[in-house]
């Protein structure tokens, strides 16, 4: 998410200050609340019986809400419901299998009732998500469900990973795609773009990632799902209903069953591609205060807060979930595990990661390992603003080494490569400015300990934070930000298109050869841009749209990214899964002169075919020359083109690598 505030909310938590009187500070008052160790179901239909429970100790009373409709009209019956003081747990039991009826609860709290809530763990929804639905799932699950599988990953390192928005993805009028901007529209085989190339599931095959990276899918706040198709545009990041799929994804918000089986049906279909599914999740933060289904449920409780019991906000956002406390944690946790089991989710993408603390991420990864062996979790290793958490125990990316099976996003190569992230003008090693290569360096060796990167000398981070090279996520661009393409634009006032687009494959050549894991944001491949917009977060279509008449028009540019792929996923020497094998097979040459990297992968590193492979990074627009080793090589990588059968063979010596340019080449 991005680190400008989107929303201010800032409010004080009006339900804090009765209780607080009495005690001494605000965790020590939620510290004591009772908690229920189990996974809380919220409704459960047992035979001709639906059950209810919601978890709120400080309540006065609690009530549930049977509703026909999900959103209109008035409720057919509302039922006290009674606590059980051991686990802070209120309990209803209601006549009759309530299939296909809608729910809220009110809580009433110092005094006074709240206003209604679907809980915290509806699973099922009417349109806009304000009164949880009670459904019979075996209903939801697309034929050959119980089959369905994604692709096994031994280790993340083998992963690329495509960071896409749903709407951005399929809504251009030349996406040649019928379900513009919907969870089905990657159902569709055979779509192609106004001028015939193909787009949609087609493309990802084509360009061979192996994982789409999916922006917040879960229900959100800011597109009213009533105003469907001309629903507005959003990233996403304001969550409502955690473990729901987002309503204006689907065909139809209004029938709760329609979202969860065409987020189903979207799953099945990439698995059937052989590629994985990546959910970005955002407990970090609700997208309203006192008004969430948080603070109707447990006021207070899932939040942590200033001293004077306002609502602290390391998010950004206006408020911060407190993963701290049992009750949040074990939401978090048997949130995603949800997705894993019920959506099949492989991996997940944990926005602003580091507002929440390592024990809880470390449970998360433990969980879910569980699940799926295959699956992993990364995240944003900062916060967007200040915290109570004590800096020790955040999930910040310096802290990944006291992690377990969790990859955070290198800032240190995005901002190394096109310069910083948020001064649009800066350049990075790719656009020509000196002093960045060891930072590149630190990105090359997924920032583990090498001995010839000299750290004190790196931007961003100034030592080696990852204890092995699957504890990092390489990228140059992502939805935050400028587009690569925009940023190139703006950064390299002047330049020529021709040099942008090869400014354009020297950045990520940079990821893909890499060790760690790479990740693009979708569209790049097809040089897209978002007209210099940075926060394009509610910017409509035209800004966020991929136009795929650019893929033909950019057709060099998307074979380059291709070819990129294929060369990484054939030789295993660009994903080590070890710091050591990292410091040992990774050899940099002694270069003096600016803006030239080069390295060499030694030894078939990795188990790799090739004997040794070698990496030249050439980051000033004029040519330079470097001496290499005499030997049989062959060049597979120059002048802006690829070809893994060898464009050229060279017996050594001095190599020209052209102005903004990589070369690859090895010996067998
Ligand atoms: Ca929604």
């Not at 304000?130 to 209903?139: G, L, P, T, V």
């Not at 910040?396 to 969790?406: D, F, H, P, Q």
């Not at 017996?651 to 690859?664: L, V």
């Amino acid at each position: 998410m991005n680190k400008f505030i989107k929303k201010s909310l800032i409010m004080a938590s009006a339900a804090l200050s009765p209780i607080l009187a009495s005690a001494t500070s605000i965790d020590d008052v939620y510290n004591n609340y009772p908690v229920n160790e189990g996974m809380t179901d919220e409704v459960v239909v047992k035979g001709d019986k639906t059950c209810f429970e919601l978890w709120s100790p400080k309540a006065d009373a609690v009530k549930v809400h049977i509703y026909c409709d999900g959103i209109n009209g008035k409720p057919e019956k509302c039922v006290d419901m009674s606590l059980d003081a051991a686990t802070g747990t209120w309990h209803a039991s209601l006549d009759g299998a309530l299939y296909n009826k809608f729910y809220t609860f009110s809580v009433k709290f110092n005094g006074k009732w709240l206003d209604e809530t679907p809980g915290i763990w509806a699973k099922a929804v009417g349109v806009n998500g304000k009164r949880a639905a009670i459904i019979d799932f075996s209903k939801t699950n697309p034929c050959g469900w119980e089959n369905d599988k994604g692709p096994e990953v031994k280790a993340i390192n083998d992963v690329i990973l495509y960071e896409m928005h749903h709407r951005d993805f399929s809504v251009h009028h030349n996406s040649g795609i019928a379900n513009k901007g919907k969870f089905i529209a990657l159902l569709e085989n055979g779509t192609l773009s106004l001028n015939g190339v193909p787009t949609g599931i087609d493309h990802l095959k084509e360009l061979g990632v192996t994982h789409v990276h999916i922006l917040p899918s879960f229900d959100y706040n800011s597109v009213d799902e009533t105003q469907i198709p001309s629903n507005t545009y959003n990233w996403g990041y304001d969550p409502v209903n955690y473990n729901v799929p987002e309503g204006s994804y689907s065909t139809n918000p209004s029938n709760p069953y329609t979202r969860i089986r065409e987020m189903k049906q979207m799953v099945q279909a990439l698995h059937n591609a052989g590629l994985g599914i990546v959910m970005d999740v955002v407990y970090n933060h609700t997208a309203e205060g006192d008004g969430s289904n948080f603070s109707l449920t447990a006021p207070g409780y899932f939040y942590r807060h200033r001293e004077d019991g306002s609502y602290s906000d390391a998010s950004g956002c206006g408020n911060e979930t407190a993963s701290e406390r049992t009750m949040m944690r074990n939401f978090i946790v048997n949130s995603v595990k949800y997705w894993a089991e019920e959506y099949h989710i492989d991996g997940f993408r944990f926005d602003l990661m580091a507002i929440h603390d390592i024990t809880t991420m470390n449970l998360v990864a433990e969980t879910l390992k569980k699940v799926n062996p295959s699956s992993f979790v990364y995240g944003e290793g900062w916060t967007a603003g200040d915290s109570p958490l004590p800096v020790d125990q955040r999930a910040l990316k310096e802290s990944v080494a006291k992690m377990n099976g969790i990859a955070v996003f290198s800032d240190d190569i995005r901002d190394g490569i096109k310069g910083h992230y948020s001064r649009a003008e800066d350049c990075g090693f790719a656009t020509g400015k000196v002093g960045l290569e060891e930072t590149v360096k630190k990105g090359i060796v997924a920032a583990t300990a090498h001995p010839q990167v000299d750290y004190s000398k790196c931007n961003n981070s100034t030592f080696p934070y990852a204890k092995s090279p699957s504890e990092v996520i390489n990228y140059v661009s992502c939805h935050d930000d400028l587009t690569l393409v925009d940023k190139l634009a703006i950064s390299m006032k002047g330049a020529s298109e021709d040099l942008r687009l090869r400014a354009d494959k020297l950045s990520q050549t940079i990821v893909f050869t890499s060790q760690g894991t790479p990740f693009i944001f979708a569209g790049e491949e097809v040089f897209r841009n978002k007209k210099g917009v940075h926060n394009s977060y509610k910017s409509p279509d035209s800004i966020n749209a991929i136009d795929w008449n650019q893929k033909l028009k950019y057709a060099d540019l998307f074979n380059y990214y291709k070819s990129l792929i294929s060369l990484r996923k054939a030789h295993p020497a660009f994903r080590m899964t070890s710091s050591e094998d990292v410091a040992k097979h990774l050899v940099f040459d002694k270069v003096k002169t600016p803006l030239l990297i080069s390295y060499s992968l030694k030894d078939n590193a990795n188990g790799d075919s090739w004997k040794e492979i070698k990496v030249i990074f050439n980051g000033s627009p004029e040519a330079q020359t470097i001496k290499i080793k005499k030997g049989n090589w062959t060049i597979v990588a120059q002048d802006g083109k690829i070809d893994l059968e060898g464009i050229e063979t060279f017996k050594g010596g001095e190599i020209t690598i052209p102005g903004t340019s990589a070369t690859i080449l090895y010996i067998k």
